[in-house]
């Protein structure tokens, strides 16, 4: 026969340094009013939390969706750019030859027409004859020196820059002034 095991009250209680401490002071019960408004506070504050996102998730939909319609055309008019380029060429070739002439004349009137088209769809030329050269508006592809203006001053436009509202569509390639490159002074003899 197997001997009974001793019944929990005559075993000797065993108790360890952590568990002095756990068993002395009994765990705090939380009145069950105060239990529900902490958790009413919990669920009002990520509602407002969630009210909150979602009222900047439909700001930013709306922002995007507008700025989508604004430059919706800003690859169509990057691509008509260079159409332009070669009208323009062909208007000067035809202004060279006669400005009285028919040709010159229909050219004038489409070039007329095109310039009205980019300005009604919100393009401006970006402006740099004369102007400091500026990096975010201009594409410098040659330097020249010059002793009429300061430097960095754009001397020419090669191919024109513009911009859809206040987004650079296009820069405008320019030639930057330098400083001349001042003569050898003649050394003076030392005395």
Do not use: C
């Amino acid at each position: 026969m197997s001997e009974p095991s001793p019944s929990p009250e005559t075993q000797p209680e065993v108790v360890q340094a952590g568990d002095a401490a756990e068993t002395s002071a009994p765990a705090p019960q939380l009145d069950p009013l105060e239990a529900a408004q902490a958790e009413i506070t919990h669920w009002k504050d990520l509602a407002y939390r969630n009210a909150a996102e979602l009222d900047n998730f439909r700001k930013r939909a709306a922002r995007e969706a507008q700025e989508a319609r604004a430059y919706a055309n800003a690859d169509l008019l990057r691509a008509l750019f260079p159409i332009l380029d070669n009208f323009e060429m062909g208007l000067d070739a035809a202004r060279a030859e006669s400005e009285k002439s028919m040709i010159f004349m229909g050219m004038s009137m489409v070039h007329r027409q095109i310039t009205d088209f980019l300005r009604d769809s919100g393009v401006t030329e970006v402006e740099a004859l004369d102007k400091p050269f500026d990096p975010n508006l201009h594409d410098a592809v040659a330097q020249e020196a010059s002793d009429k203006v300061a430097e960095g001053t754009v001397l020419r436009v090669t191919r024109r820059g513009y911009r859809l509202k206040d987004r650079l569509l296009r820069a405008a390639s320019v030639v930057v002034s330098t400083v001349p490159a001042s003569a050898p002074e003649a050394e003076a003899p030392q005395s």
